[in-house]
């Protein structure tokens, strides 16, 4: 017979369990702007084009196809790229001019060598439906065409930005053991053949692999704040000096209940913008919005007086 303070103690764990998942969910869908056209329901990159407008991108499985959304997230537009694959497409970025950058360089297998970025006139300008990219390619110096072992395993990628006229890529760690780190490289912005060159790294966590990949990257307007996607968080980046961007103030946001949240982007210096991925018709395929000065920021390393650097 199943003693009664073993009962209470089952009956209590499980209500804070209860407890526990409904304010995660509120505080990720209390969040929530709108749901997103299921033509883009494994939507993997977002950006803001000159007007304001948002545009996406889907990962593996569809064309190279851009989708501009209207404001309730059907999509208006689609325009496609005459002269790309979408092998992987993972991130989407754009440079202060306002030319856009798509990142075909997802590398689940870590066996992709060369990797692709397209880069294209911003949206706006583009008064068809189709237009074609300048090409920029790189691999990994590390990669030397032997296999990669599994504790090397840090050359898939989901995230990128571009910043002083140099793109910065923030690796997907699938290394075993985990051990939650993401690598920084760096290549130009430009059409050309890279070497990319690894100038950083990061760690996030390494409770589970699933929770601490990066999945997205953003840079604000003024260049000033950078913001890295996990599917339970938000890394911001303040403070930092030139492209040393985790040298400076470091900060966890949380949002709350964990979905597969994969395109995060700026629509002002102070707003973010969010996705997540449909799963099952159950949960995600939405859209949010934080803004900044108005969440919860969880200070990791700061150089303010309350809070000195460590």
Request: charged residues 25%; hydrophobic residues 40%.
């Given at each position: 017979?199943?003693?009664?303070?073993?009962?209470?103690?089952?009956?209590?764990?499980?209500?804070?369990?209860?407890?526990?998942?409904?304010?995660?969910?509120?505080?990720?869908?209390?969040?929530?702007?709108?749901?997103?056209?299921?033509?883009?329901?494994?939507?993997?990159?977002?950006?803001?084009?000159?007007?304001?407008?948002?545009?996406?991108?889907?990962?593996?499985?569809?064309?190279?196809?851009?989708?501009?959304?209207?404001?309730?997230?059907?999509?208006?537009?689609?325009?496609?790229?005459?002269?790309?694959?979408?092998?992987?497409?993972?991130?989407?970025?754009?440079?202060?001019f306002?030319?856009?950058?798509?990142?075909?360089?997802?590398?689940?297998?870590?066996?992709?060598?060369?990797?692709?970025?397209?880069?294209?006139?911003?949206?706006?300008?583009?008064?068809?439906?189709?237009?074609?990219?300048?090409?920029?390619?790189?691999?990994?110096?590390?990669?030397?065409?032997?296999?990669?072992?599994?504790h090397?395993?840090?050359?898939?990628?989901?995230?990128?930005?571009?910043?002083?006229?140099?793109?910065?890529?923030?690796?997907?760690n699938?290394?075993?053991?985990?051990?939650?780190?993401?690598?920084?490289?760096?290549?130009?912005d430009?059409a050309?053949?890279?070497?990319?060159?690894?100038?950083?790294?990061?760690?996030?966590?390494?409770?589970?692999?699933?929770?601490?990949?990066?999945?997205?990257?953003?840079?604000?307007?003024d260049r000033?704040?950078?913001?890295?996607?996990?599917?339970?968080?938000?890394?911001?980046?303040?403070?930092?000096?030139?492209?040393?961007?985790?040298?400076g103030?470091?900060?966890?946001?949380?949002?709350?209940?964990?979905?597969?949240?994969?395109?995060?982007?700026?629509?002002?210096?102070?707003?973010?913008v969010?996705?997540?991925?449909?799963?099952?018709?159950?949960?995600?395929?939405?859209?949010?919005?934080?803004?900044?000065?108005?969440?919860?920021?969880?200070?990791?390393?700061?150089?303010?007086?309350?809070?000195?650097a460590?």
């Amino acid at each position: 017979m199943i003693k009664k303070p073993v009962v209470l103690i089952s009956l209590l764990l499980a209500c804070m369990a209860m407890l526990f998942t409904v304010g995660a969910a509120y505080s990720l869908y209390s969040k929530k702007q709108h749901d997103i056209d299921p033509k883009v329901r494994e939507i993997s990159g977002i950006e803001f084009d000159k007007k304001l407008r948002l545009w996406a991108i889907n990962d593996s499985g569809d064309g190279p196809k851009l989708y501009m959304l209207n404001d309730d997230g059907s999509v208006a537009r689609e325009v496609t790229v005459t002269n790309a694959k979408n092998i992987d497409w993972e991130d989407m970025t754009q440079n202060e001019f306002g030319h856009f950058f798509l990142g075909d360089f997802g590398n689940n297998e870590n066996n992709r060598r060369w990797l692709t970025i397209y880069k294209i006139e911003n949206p706006i300008d583009i008064k068809t439906d189709t237009t074609e990219a300048e090409i920029i390619k790189f691999t990994y110096p590390e990669m030397d065409g032997t296999p990669v072992e599994p504790h090397q395993k840090n050359f898939d990628l989901e995230a990128f930005i571009e910043f002083d006229h140099n793109l910065y890529l923030f690796t997907k760690n699938r290394t075993a053991p985990f051990d939650g780190i993401t690598n920084v490289y760096k290549v130009g912005d430009h059409a050309a053949n890279f070497n990319a060159e690894k100038i950083d790294a990061f760690k996030t966590c390494t409770t589970l692999e699933k929770l601490c990949w990066i999945t997205s990257a953003a840079i604000s307007p003024d260049r000033k704040r950078l913001v890295l996607l996990d599917s339970t968080s938000i890394w911001l980046f303040e403070n930092f000096p030139s492209d040393r961007f985790f040298s400076g103030d470091i900060y966890r946001i949380d949002l709350g209940l964990i979905t597969q949240k994969e395109a995060v982007t700026f629509y002002d210096n102070n707003t973010l913008v969010f996705t997540d991925e449909e799963f099952k018709g159950l949960i995600g395929g939405n859209a949010y919005k934080i803004e900044l000065d108005k969440v919860a920021k969880q200070p990791i390393r700061t150089s303010s007086p309350s809070n000195p650097a460590e």
